[in-house]
């Protein structure tokens, strides 16, 4: 499903710890490989979590406990669970991560990769697609809002409110290395999560003259937890085949950072 070999070259993906010849009978599925979902883990009696984001993404040299990570490993090891990451991999993957942030904020007809991937059509970075009927950016904004999980980070819009909308760009995840491709692509609109200050308003001054996509910036995590669900039904039906029976669950734990907002008073 998720080949290592598609994953970047700086990325981590695999099994991170766990005995591969352990017996697995129930899967986990979450965002991000946190205390709280690995508490979930155990209590669920998961044998194991598979997350989209690496635990250790540039290395170590100590799984001590008297560290955040370290005692994580040492609570799946103790509990005879095992962790697997497919990040990168997951997102160039057909279907992946941005294929189910499509869906999820109302894209119903086919999707094309926003980048695709040199050696396969069908996969590649991003997704492109049309809505059934255009509408206004604003209505766009709050269908996004409904299909994606709650988080204290919401949505933030940069455009006209009133702009109709129609050809929609997305990606899970960060999606500042996109803007250029989803204007080149025609997008009217570019949904993904992490646009940065600068890179997003220099985007915007030069596209303004020209027609370029609005923006909308949504939580990390949210833009990547739509995935969950269809990746532990697709594992489930390819186990299915092969006479494998498995019980999954996606992990509803909020492991997004933010956890409220505050609004500045006017002066």
């Given at each position: 499903m998720y080949d290592p070999a598609w994953a970047e070259p700086w990325d981590a993906v695999g099994l991170t710890c766990?005995?591969?010849?352990?017996?697995?009978?129930?899967?986990?599925?979450?965002?991000?490989?946190?205390?709280?979902?690995?508490?979930?883990?155990?209590?669920?009696?998961?044998?194991?979590?598979?997350?989209?984001?690496?635990?250790?993404?540039?290395?170590?040299?100590?799984?001590?406990?008297?560290?955040?990570?370290?005692?994580?490993?040492?609570?799946?090891?103790?509990?005879?669970?095992?962790?697997?990451?497919?990040?990168?991999?997951?997102?160039?993957?057909?279907?992946?991560?941005?294929?189910?942030?499509?869906?999820?904020?109302?894209?119903?007809?086919?999707?094309?990769?926003?980048?695709?991937?040199?050696?396969?059509?069908?996969?590649?970075?991003?997704?492109?697609?049309?809505?059934?009927?255009?509408?206004?950016?604003?209505?766009?904004?709050?269908?996004?809002?409904?299909?994606?999980?709650?988080?204290?980070?919401?949505?933030?819009?940069?455009?006209?409110?009133?702009?109709?909308?129609?050809?929609?760009?997305?990606?899970?995840?960060?999606g500042d290395s996109l803007l250029g491709t989803a204007a080149a692509a025609g997008a009217d609109v570019f949904l993904?999560?992490?646009?940065?200050?600068?890179?997003?308003?220099?985007?915007?001054?030069?596209?303004?003259?020209?027609?370029?996509?609005?923006?909308?910036?949504?939580?990390?995590?949210?833009?990547?937890?739509?995935?969950?669900?269809?990746?532990?039904?697709?594992?489930?039906?390819?186990?299915?085949?092969?006479?494998?029976?498995?019980?999954?669950?996606?992990?509803?734990?909020?492991?997004?950072?933010?956890?409220?907002?505050?609004?500045?008073?006017?002066?």
């Amino acid at each position: 499903m998720y080949d290592p070999a598609w994953a970047e070259p700086w990325d981590a993906v695999g099994l991170t710890c766990g005995d591969p010849r352990q017996p697995v009978r129930r899967i986990l599925f979450a965002v991000d490989p946190v205390t709280a979902v690995a508490g979930e883990a155990v209590a669920w009696g998961a044998d194991l979590l598979v997350t989209h984001h690496p635990l250790y993404l540039k290395g170590t040299t100590s799984v001590a406990a008297d560290t955040a990570k370290g005692a994580l490993v040492h609570q799946l090891i103790k509990h005879d669970v095992g962790l697997y990451t497919a990040h990168t991999n997951a997102d160039v993957a057909d279907p992946g991560v941005s294929d189910a942030l499509a869906r999820a904020v109302g894209l119903a007809g086919p999707l094309r990769p926003l980048r695709p991937a040199a050696d396969a059509p069908g996969r590649g970075l991003g997704r492109l697609g049309e809505l059934a009927e255009p509408m206004p950016l604003a209505d766009f904004a709050a269908q996004a809002v409904r299909g994606l999980p709650r988080t204290a980070w919401g949505l933030r819009v940069a455009g006209d409110a009133d702009r109709l909308v129609r050809t929609v760009a997305v990606s899970g995840g960060a999606g500042d290395s996109l803007l250029g491709t989803a204007a080149a692509a025609g997008a009217d609109v570019f949904l993904t999560a992490d646009l940065r200050h600068h890179p997003a308003g220099e985007f915007l001054e030069s596209g303004a003259f020209a027609g370029g996509p609005a923006l909308i910036d949504a939580a990390h995590w949210a833009t990547e937890w739509p995935w969950l669900a269809p990746a532990a039904a697709l594992l489930t039906s390819r186990l299915a085949a092969r006479g494998i029976n498995v019980e999954t669950r996606v992990s509803e734990t909020v492991t997004d950072a933010w956890t409220t907002t505050a609004q500045c008073e006017e002066k």
